[in-house]
């Protein structure tokens, strides 16, 4: 990886993006502490991220001649406008942008806001490629096969809502790569099927009460019958490439609320096939439920966790009715039942690589012989997180020497950012 220190960008306010070359990019890390990004963490901007203006901030750069960092402030007759990065799938951030925030600035919505620089004629970000799966590549969806492929569908299955849920709603009206991955029969599927939740998570991304911010999306509104979900996740799993179907999507809630159902559609598939993946994206509240699904046939399980630690996780996840030794629990049978299990952990620079997250993270992969890592950046505002969690100030060990530390003390230790495809 090329060493390179880029210059850092702003906004005029108007939607165009200016790099001012005095001044270098920085980082933040943890609460708003300003850091240098390593010269060698730098990687030209992946296709298919965005640039974002970051109303009511400032931007933050190191003077290259004093070494001073420095907020730039607008004038009379300019405006100077903080910028940041959210970075396409498959890859984990490094460090959250640098800015200075003004009195009364609005929450940000539910990105991660990742630093970004200008060299050479390109945008750079402090980011990891940590998955080579290509399903969510921008290069791999072609409209005019999306538009064939919906046709095709809804023709192929005139009465199944939730085909019609997939299509017209999460493939034609939010582009989910996943419902377009369902669409053009590859890789991983979704089987969106609750309306309620048993968590209350600060960054929701399908439900957001009175937090100042909206959700991403809404959340389904019908429950589909185990027959409407068997009727297209058969024949996924039996003709798609690396064929996955899970449970568990941005478009609902907490899947394991509609138990029965999820343990008569696994059987019902496995009654019909036996490729393919079964995957359960949860909170994994629930270990009875859990060790029921196992037992009707489901593959694997990714916990979603934001911190190891019992009370940044309560902080986060808000539980209603049960607790994090509930979500052990649910890790520990399906293990013992020899389950595949992955941790779909919320990455924030400057918390998830404290050493006392990295200590305890440690135990939990060898006590429960954890299967994979998938690295995922927390869409949230940086402040408004730090402020929920209230975190003691430890330094972090920066996030790729953490992941770079967790391959070399697991080498069996699976790392990603979608769910693999197991058969
Ligand atoms: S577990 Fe999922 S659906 Fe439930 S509150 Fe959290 S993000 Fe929302």
Same mark, same amino acid.
């Given at each position: 990886?090329?060493? #390179? ?20 990019? /920085? ?7 300003? !850091? ?14 965005? $640039?974002?203006? %970051? ?51 609005? /929450? ?15 945008? =750079? ?36 809502? %939730? ?39 600060? &960054? ?8 100042? !911010? ?29 064929? !996955?179907?899970?449970?568990?999507? *941005? ?24 490729? *393919?993946?079964?995957? $359960? ?8 439920? !859990? ?5 009707? &046939? $489901? ?22 009715? =049960?607790?994090?030794?509930?979500? +052990? ?9 020899? *389950?595949? /299990? ?21 135990? +939990? ?31 972090? #060990? ?17 790392? &990603? ?7």
């Amino acid at each position: 990886m090329s060493k #390179i220190n880029p210059s850092l960008i702003v906004s005029d306010g108007c939607g165009n993006v200016v790099d001012i070359e005095e001044y270098y990019a /920085v980082g933040m890390s943890g609460s708003c502490r300003i !850091v240098d990004i390593p010269s060698d963490e730098w990687i030209p901007l992946p296709n298919g991220s965005w $640039l974002m203006e %970051l109303p009511g901030r400032l931007p933050v750069g190191r003077d290259r001649d004093s070494g001073e960092i420095i907020t730039l402030e607008p004038d009379e007759s300019e405006k100077v406008v903080a910028v940041a990065a959210f970075v396409a799938p498959a890859y984990t951030i490094g460090y959250h942008a640098a800015w200075e925030t003004l009195p009364k600035a609005p /929450v940000l919505p539910l990105y991660a806001y990742a630093a970004v620089g200008w060299h050479d004629g390109q945008f =750079y970000v402090p980011a990891l490629r940590v998955d080579d799966s290509i399903r969510q590549d921008p290069s791999q969806f072609s409209a005019d096969r999306i538009d064939m492929a919906a046709e095709t569908v809804l023709q192929k299955y005139p009465d199944n809502r %939730l085909v019609n849920h997939l299509v017209n709603n999460c493939a034609l009206t939010y582009h989910c790569p996943a419902a377009l991955n369902y669409l053009l029969n590859r890789w991983e599927m979704p089987l969106p099927t609750s309306q309620v939740c048993n968590s209350a998570c600060l &960054g929701c991304i399908s439900l957001q009460k009175d937090s100042g !911010v909206c959700s991403a999306q809404f959340r389904i509104e019908f429950t589909p019958t185990a027959e409407e979900i068997v009727e297209i996740a058969v024949p996924h799993l039996e003709t798609a490439p690396e064929p !996955v179907v899970s449970f568990g999507q *941005g478009c609902e809630g907490e899947p394991l609320m509609n138990a029965q159902l999820l343990i008569n559609t696994v059987q019902g598939i496995r009654r019909r096939t036996s490729k *393919g993946t079964t995957n $359960l994206n949860t909170n994994a509240s629930l270990p009875d439920i !859990v060790a029921r699904l196992r037992e009707a &046939g $489901l593959d694997s399980m990714r916990v979603s966790i934001n911190s190891v630690r019992k009370i940044f996780y309560n902080r986060y996840f808000r539980p209603q009715n =049960y607790s994090y030794e509930n979500v +052990l629990e649910s890790i520990r049978v399906m293990k013992e039942k020899q *389950g595949f /299990v992955s941790i779909n952990l919320f990455v924030f620079p400057g918390f998830t690589d404290q050493p006392e997250e990295v200590k305890i993270l440690e135990k +939990l992969i060898e006590e429960y012989q954890i299967d994979m890592i998938q690295w995922r950046n927390l869409n949230i505002d940086p402040e408004w997180y730090w402020e929920e969690m209230n975190p003691v100030e430890q330094e972090g #060990i920066g996030v790729r020497n953490m992941i770079n530390h967790f391959k070399e003390k697991f080498p069996d230790l699976l790392h &990603g950012y979608f769910n693999p495809s197991l058969k």
